[in-house]
């Protein structure tokens, strides 16, 4: 990956609706190389999609919250079938040490954070932390140099 890649990642994860004609104004490059480019980096998977990022807020859950999922009582593979199905569960993550699993949910209200802990409480012991703000939502991923300088945003 060349320093043109890492400038057009960092242009599509700052509008990933960006036309191939915008790219390649901004980039001072043609509009097919900024697409061979495109296309090269979904190919190599280094860009998995494009999606439309939506508040939970703005659809009406308004409650964020993290649950810690710990002394698993059930298979792994059943409890990810079961998040994965899980409408209100937004993102899941499975790490090491004592919590098992991080689990994001969105959600109305409290009624519909205590049906899900009641849910998970089969899987294994929760603990929920309600998230009261995002102070780093999202941030520009970028390949980490190699010269031991680092790129900023």
Known sequence: ???????LLTLLQQDG???ISELSKKMALSRPSVAERLKR???KGIIEGFYARVPPAAVGRKLLVM???SEIRAPLNEIERFLADEPDVIECHRATGHVHYYIKAA???MDELTGLIER???YGNTR???LL???IERRIILPTATNGASHSE
């Not at 990956?1 to 400038?7: I, K, P, R």
């Open 41 to 43: 980096l979904q190919e």
């Open 120 to 122: 998970l409480v089969p």
């Open 17 to 19: 609706r960006s036309s």
């Open 128 to 130: 929920t932390s309600i």
């Open 133 to 135: 703000s995002t102070p």
């Open 1 to 7: 990956m060349d320093q043109l890649d890492v400038h």
């Open 107 to 109: 959600l109305n209200g």
């Open 67 to 69: 649950i810690e999922l």
